[in-house]
C-alpha cells in the first residue's frame, strides 16, 4: 500500500534538514523502513534558540538541581512488554537480553504489578501510583483506559511529562500506550499526550500487522509486508532512528512498548518454526481444581479437555516465537547506543506490563487473577554504577518505575504525588536501605448484566469465556490484596469483594504455587491484621503508601491511615465466614 512502513520523526531542535532518509535492512531477516523527518513548530532563529535554552536551563536548576550539576545526565530507555510472565519460563527465549542487559546489571527477583491487566498496569508505570489513586480500573474506557478523564487529570503529571517539562529531557514512544488509546470517543489517534516529543503510538491493542499508528497525531495505516509492517521490527527501527537523528543537546528517555508476546501471537517468518518441542510448563498447580477458592477459579473444568491443553502449549510456543523479534530489537538498540558512545551514560529497563498464565488451575490463558503467574513480572536493568550479574531480592512494583526515572534524572520526588519508591538506591548498591516488605494489588472485574448465550448456566456477569464455558473474569473478580515479603513472611492475603467476602491467604514459603488457600487455619490475629493493613493501603496516597508493613519493626495500627477520600470501611469477620 502507498506509504506503508514510513514514519516519520518528529524531533524538535535537530541540525537536520528534512530530506527522506533511506534506511536499508538492519539484519537478517529483518522488516526495513524508511523514515522523513520533520519538525514541531518550525525553524527558530539563533537569537530564539539560545533564549529557550538559557530558560530551560534556568528551570533546570530549579526543579532539577541534582541533574543540572551533572556533565552529562543520564539517558533511559525503558522497554514494555506485553502479558510477558516470569514464573513460567517467559524470560528463556532471550538470550540477547539476559547477556546485554541482566548479565550487565541487575535482575529483580521480586518485581510485581499491582493490576494484572494491561491497561491499570500501564497507567501505574506512568504515573508511579496505585489504580486507586490514578483509577484506570480495566481496559475499557468505562474503567477509565485513556478516556478524556484520564486525560486531563493523569497525563499531564505522568513522569515522561515531567521529564520533558521540568528536566529538559527530549522523549521518545513507540508502541504500545493504553488499550483504548485512539478511541474516538477520546479523541482518536490525534490525541498526542502531553510530555511526548515524539509520538509514534498504536491505535488499541496489540497487533504484529494491519494497524493504525499515530504518528504525533497523524494516522498512519499499516499493512500485511513482513519487510515494512511487522510492528516489533517497526518499533526497533524507529527507535533506531530516533537515536541517529535525536539532538545532542539534551539528554533523551525512550520507552518502546512492543505487542510481543500478546495475542495474536504473530511470529515474524524466520521464527515460525521456533520451539517445536516445546510445551507449556506442568508445575504443580497445572490442570488441577482450584478449591478452596473464588468461585471463578473454581468453576474452571477439571481435568482440561485435549483441545484445550493443545491450544494452551500452542499459545505458549507462538509467545516466544514473538518474543525473538524483542530480543533482536534488543541487541540492535545496544548496539546502536554503544556505536553513538551513549550506552555507558544509559540506563536500560526492561520489564512487562503483567505476567500470564497457561492452565494454572484449568484456566487456558489469560492474566487478571491474583496469583503469582499473573502478578510477577521480570525486572532487569543495566545503567551507570550498576555492577554486572547481580540479583536483587527486595520486593519491588512497577510504580516504583516513574519515581527511578525522575531521580535518575535529578527531579525533587517530594513534588509529585507518586506512590512508588526509587530504586535507585538499589541500582547503585547503597547499604543499610530502608525498603517495604509489603505491597497493595488491586483489580476490578470485567463482566456484563447479561448471561453468554452460548453458557446460560453460569448467569450474569461473566466474560472472556471460551468455548467450553470456562470463563476467565466476572464483574464480581473484584479484588484486593496485601502481598508481603518480608524476613519472616512470605505472604498473600486477598479479599473479594463480593457477596460471600471471599478471602484468600497463602504461604508461599510452604506453598509456592499457591495451591492451599489458609484463610481459615492461619491465626486470628494475623488475618485481622492483614485486614486492617490492606484497608490502610487501598485508601493510601503517596508517602502513606510506603508505611512499614504488618511483620516491620515499626509497623503500628493508626486509624487515621485508613480513611481518606475513598471510602473503604472496615470489614469484621470471622474465620468461620471465610
Known amino acids: 500500500m502507498p506509504g506503508a512502513g514510513r514514519a516519520r520523526a518528529l524531533l524538535p531542535r535537530t541540525p537536520l534538514s528534512a530530506a527522506p532518509v533511506s534506511r536499508g535492512a538492519t539484519g537478517s531477516g529483518s522488516a526495513s523502513v524508511r523514515v522523513s523527518l520533520s519538525f514541531r513548530g518550525g525553524a527558530m532563529s539563533p537569537a530564539v534558540t539560545a533564549l529557550a535554552r538559557g530558560l530551560a536551563l534556568a528551570a533546570l536548576l530549579v526543579l532539577c538541581p541534582a541533574a543540572a550539576r551533572q556533565a552529562r545526565r543520564p539517558n533511559v530507555v525503558l522497554i514494555l512488554t506485553d502479558d510477558q510472565d516470569v514464573c513460567l519460563g517467559g524470560m528463556t527465549p532471550l538470550k540477547k537480553t539476559n547477556a546485554l542487559i541482566a548479565q550487565m546489571g541487575i535482575t529483580f527477583l521480586n518485581a510485581y504489578v499491582p493490576s494484572a491487566l494491561c491497561c491499570p498496569s500501564r497507567a501505574s508505570i506512568l504515573t508511579g501510583k496505585y489504580p486507586h489513586n490514578h483509577h484506570v480500573v480495566n481496559n475499557t474506557l468505562e474503567g477509565n483506559c485513556s478516556s478524556k478523564s484520564w486525560q486531563k487529570i493523569q497525563e499531564p503529571y505522568t513522569f515522561p511529562a515531567l521529564l520533558k517539562t521540568m528536566?529538559?529531557?527530549?522523549?521518545?514512544f513507540a508502541g504500545k500506550y493504553l488499550n483504548e488509546y485512539g478511541a474516538?470517543?477520546?479523541g482518536g489517534v490525534g490525541h498526542v499526550p502531553p510530555g511526548w516529543s515524539f509520538w509514534y503510538a498504536l491505535e488499541k491493542n496489540s497487533k504484529y500487522y494491519n494497524y493504525?499508528?499515530?504518528?504525533n497525531g497523524k494516522a498512519r495505516r499499516h499493512g500485511e509486508n513482513y519487510s515494512v509492517d511487522y510492528l516489533t521490527d517497526v518499533l526497533a527501527n524507529m527507535s533506531l532512528d530516533f537515536l541517529e537523528y535525536k539532538s545532542n543537546f539534551e539528554p533523551f528517555f525512550m520507552m518502546i512498548s512492543t505487542p510481543a508476546p500478546h495475542s495474536p501471537w504473530?511470529?515474524?517468518?524466520?521464527?515460525?518454526?521456533s520451539f517445536?518441542?516445546?510445551?507449556?510448563?506442568?508445575?504443580?498447580?497445572?490442570?488441577?481444581?482450584?478449591?478452596?477458592?473464588?468461585?471463578?477459579?473454581?468453576?474452571a473444568k477439571t481435568p482440561m479437555t485435549n483441545s484445550s491443553i493443545q491450544f494452551l502449549d500452542d499459545?505458549?510456543?507462538?509467545?516466544?516465537q514473538t518474543l525473538l523479534s524483542v530480543d533482536d530489537l534488543i541487541e540492535k538498540l545496544v548496539k546502536k547506543l554503544e556505536f553513538h558512545g551513549e550506552l555507558d551514560n544509559t540506563y536500560i529497563f526492561y520489564t512487562s506490563d503483567n505476567g500470564f498464565h497457561t492452565g494454572q488451575f484449568s484456566l487456558p490463558i489469560d492474566k487478571r487473577q491474583l496469583y503469582e503467574f499473573d502478578i510477577k513480572v521480570p525486572l532487569l536493568v543495566r545503567g551507570p554504577g550498576i555492577k554486572p550479574n547481580q540479583t536483587n531480592k527486595m520486593l519491588v512494583a512497577n510504580i516504583d518505575l516513574g519515581p527511578t526515572i525522575l531521580d535518575i534524572a535529578g527531579y525533587d520526588l517530594n513534588k509529585t504525588q507518586m506512590d512508588g519508591m526509587s530504586l535507585l538506591p538499589l541500582l547503585r548498591g547503597d547499604k543499610n536501605v530502608t525498603w517495604r516488605s509489603d505491597f497493595l494489588v488491586e483489580y476490578q472485574g470485567e463482566g456484563y448484566n447479561g448471561s453468554d448465550p452460548t453458557c446460560p448456566g453460569l448467569g450474569p456477569g461473566v466474560t472472556h469465556c471460551f468455548p467450553d464455558c470456562v470463563c476467565e473474569d466476572s464483574y464480581n473478580n473484584t479484588y484486593a490484596c496485601v502481598r508481603t515479603l518480608s524476613t519472616s513472611w512470605d505472604l498473600q492475603y486477598c479479599e473479594f469483594d463480593d457477596r460471600e467476602v471471599f478471602v484468600e491467604v497463602y504461604n508461599l514459603t510452604a506453598d509456592p504455587h499457591q495451591i492451599n488457600n489458609i484463610a481459615k487455619t492461619i491465626d486470628q490475629e494475623i488475618l485481622e491484621k492483614m485486614n486492617y493493613r490492606l484497608m490502610m493501603l487501598q485508601s493510601c496516597s503517596g508517602a502513606t503508601c510506603r508505611t512499614p508493613g504488618v511483620f516491620d519493626p515499626g509497623y503500628r495500627f493508626d486509624p487515621r491511615l485508613m480513611f481518606s477520600n475513598h471510602g473503604v470501611q472496615a470489614r469484621q469477620f470471622s474465620a468461620q465466614s471465610l
Open 212 to 215: 493504525t499508528l499515530s504518528v
Open 184 to 186: 474516538e470517543d477520546a
Open 276 to 299: 517445536q518441542n516445546v510445551s507449556a510448563p506442568r508445575n504443580s498447580n497445572f490442570n488441577i481444581h482450584g478449591k478452596n477458592k473464588h468461585w471463578l477459579i473454581r468453576q
Open 167 to 172: 528536566c529538559g529531557y527530549q522523549t521518545f
Open 266 to 273: 504473530t511470529a515474524a517468518p524466520q521464527y515460525k518454526k
Open 315 to 320: 499459545a505458549y510456543r507462538k509467545r516466544w
